[in-house]
């Protein structure tokens, strides 16, 4: 039989995926002897068969009630015993923490009896109507469905009558009315009185936070995150401990380090005399815990030890969040924090150097997404001005956009391509399309551990909260600030996440000081060293080399000083635009052989110096050069203007110009419906005579030019779009003939590997064929993906990935992350059956997919020799193939 309920004291963290997160890491501060409130857990498992048949698992209910029998002996009264309660919180808690996403029902138990009870042995009625008005107003949104904006209507109008600036300032009277209207609200929008019987309070609320699991912000969350949808929320009954007891009580949230910084020492913001999502929720503003050491110095010390002993087991930054209840400390919670991409480096690197980790996990806690975002620019603030306002730096980084006042205008504007920054009084869950779209978050209220601050810099958003002096005037479109500014919708601002400043207007961006370090070396600040520690490392550990994409001598050698050991794709088209245009329509337009050789030779000085450059950059590295690939019709005249040209040149009465008429006839011949399927790559080279030619001379005469200078230049040369080993043989005998030409003419042997990409299906299928006449694959993961899916390269992202992604179909648009299960099974088979036929055949990926943190993580476990990138993904590209070599990160499973 299954098992559906776990007592805190049976877990452990260990068993997060069935017990969520917060279930297992309460077992395990019970275990670790921590005061917790005794509890239990209904497990994920339960969820899963509840979503699945709309109906409790057999037997759930039994274990529920078995598990609360016991905690009602432990704790020696009954659920909502009218003389003196016993209260229990109810809280979702997913495999992977989601903040603020699902739901929570705090104080079930209380009802018109107990509520009685409940003020007598506490001591204070207004405790005890302060606990039941929130009951009431949770359960009614979570498990009624009632929208919890009603509920805040009847309380600012409460507050409004007394002239409250906040909750505090009701009285017990106040609040005892207050739960007569929430209870009339509900009914008179649900039709139904809010649940007297202690027992059915905790049924319906254990199931209506099972159904948070699939919220619409939950959902998007998950799919943001890349969150499996199918794994459901655990839900933890525990008896409640009372923040809102008095002054000597409160609740808080802690880090055992700055998770902005990463900078050791206890952190964090207390609310006395608040329960739980007080803090979280910004409703009053929460001081810093340094507050809490004036005000209960024991109770601090307290944490303090407590936040040691799990930063110790954990071996991690962790969070907290705890409530202090007259005096006395408990533990409702703690997980591994999460962290801006500059604290994980310089936390790793600190607990490396502490001992506690080692190198190998001091990596594993780095990534290369959190190494892309510290390579941001930041405000250049010399040129900054004043700022507007200052706020919480809560996630760091630099954003500028137009202000809008909603999450719903936030996403209409991004969609057009507009940057905006997402400005709010304080962020709900509900916000969280518009906090996607946005370029940044500002807030007037709440602080770093704030709803809005926790979720921006998981996304790593730029956030910036509790700004508090502005006014923010959602409903005007507007924000003011104490100077009087007036800042409407669509003005620009510049947010900085890191200082807290906000300015109105562009603020110029400044280079990061990691970007320097990649690009200079130099180390300044204990941020940039724990960088360089983590790629020390990752170089150290791995096995995948990493190259560049690169088409000009300057991104050579930036690539290079970023760690690249060569070009893995040299793009030769790119060095046929602009002024060189009209040679290729001279080429193309050639009426005879001769004319069209004349046209290649005036091409052929102009290439030998464009490889000669990026060969010198690259100096004693592998280049690898391919081929021309794109259509040719893209180096020609617009069709439609060439046309109206010709045609309004013929209306005039005029002749058009010869050449008009010529490339109009040349453009209309080479017209293609679906030119990323027609006449490229090695196609075009079989069919354009003396087209490869003049390329390999161009390389061929570069190569022997660095060697005279006394380099030592390593070309190799690339046949794009080969889809049968015919077209390759062919191809390889002429790149061969072209270079013993050169050889014999300079008398300086040029020996340049030939290979091949990988980019169709077919190749890949047969690739053992191929091998025998590649000395290399590269696989062009770009084309691979669009010939495996019949996905248009150029159509599909804009058109339908975003209903696809909305509708589950992939959990990332396979241009951005390798679709394992199709193309890396075709990448897998081309690797194994072209080293089986030619035993140590290099492979490479030149495809976007090489600078990809996942993707890196697969081509590493199938065996692939190097990726290749863009010279800024490189850093990213060298640590993520340091992680990949990582015992256990990654079989390489296609299924
Ligand atoms: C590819 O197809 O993956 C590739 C690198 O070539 P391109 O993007 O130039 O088609
Ligand atoms: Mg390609």
Known sequence: MSRYVYDFQDGSRDLSALLGGKGANLAEMTRLGLPVPPGFTVTTDACRAFLATGEEPEGMSAEVSRHLSALEAATGRLLGQPDDPLLVSVRSGARFSMPGMMETVLDIGLNDASVLGLAKVSGSERFAWDSYRRLVQMYGSTVMGVDPARFDVVMNRLKEARAARDDLRLDAGDLAGLVEAYKRLILDETGRYFPQSPAQQLQRAVLAVFRSWNAERARLYRRRERIPDDLGTAVTVQRMVFGNLGPDSGSGVAFTRDPATGRPGLYGDYLSNAQGEDVVSGVRDAVPLAELERLDPRAYRRLRDHARTLERHYRDLCDIEFTIERGTLWMLQTRVGKRTAGAAFAIAAELVEEGLITADEGLARVGGDGLARLMFPRFDTTAAGTPLTRGVPASPGAAVGAA??????????????????????????????????????????????????????GMGKVCVCGARDITVDAGARRFTTRAGTVVDEGTVVSVDGSSGDVYAGAVPLAASATMRYLETGEQRGSEVASVARALEHADAVRRLEVRANADTPEDAARARRFGARGIGLCRTEHMFLGERRRLVEDMILAPSGAARERALAALLPLQRRDFAGILEAMDTLPVTIRLLDPPLHEFLPDRTDLAVRVAAAQAAGDPAAPRD????????????????????????????????????????????????????????????????????????????????????????????????????????????????????????????????????????????????????????????TLDREGVGRLVRIAVEEGRAARPGLQTGVCGEHGGDPASIRFFHAVGVDYVSCSPFRVPVARLEAGRAALDGVDTGDTR
């Not at 809008?404 to 304080?426: I, P, T, W």
């Not at 399927?677 to 660095?706: I, K, N, Y």
């Open 404 to 457: 809008v006042f909603d999450s719903a205008e936030a996403v209409r504007r991004a969609a057009s391509g507009e940057r905006v920054v997402l400005v709010r009084e304080e962020t709900t869950p509900d916000d969280l399309p518009g906090m996607v779209a946005a370029q940044a978050v500002l807030t007037g209220r709440g602080g770093k551990t704030s709803h809005a601050a926790v979720v921006a810099r």
């Open 661 to 816: 008429t010529a490339l109009l006839a040349a453009v209309n011949r080479m017209h293609e419906a679906n030119p990323m399927l027609g006449l490229r790559g090695v196609r075009l080279g079989l069919v354009v005579p003396g087209l490869v030619a003049m390329q390999v001379r161009a390389v061929a005469e570069a190569v022997v030019e660095r060697v005279r200078a006394g380099g030592s230049p390593h070309a190799e040369i690339m046949v794009p779009l080969v889809g049968a080993v015919e077209e390759l043989r062919l191809a390889r005998e002429e790149v061969r003939r072209v270079l013993a030409e050169v050889s014999e003419e300079t008398g300086v042997p040029v020996e340049c590997p030939v290979g091949t990409m990988i980019e169709l299906p077919r190749a890949a299928l047969t690739a053992g064929r191929i091998a025998a006449e590649a000395e290399f694959f590269s696989f062009g993961t770009n084309d691979l993906t669009q010939t495996t899916w019949g996905f248009s390269r150029d159509d599909v992202e804009a058109a339908f990935f975003p209903a696809y992604l909305d509708k589950g179909v992939f959990a990332a648009s396979p241009f951005e």
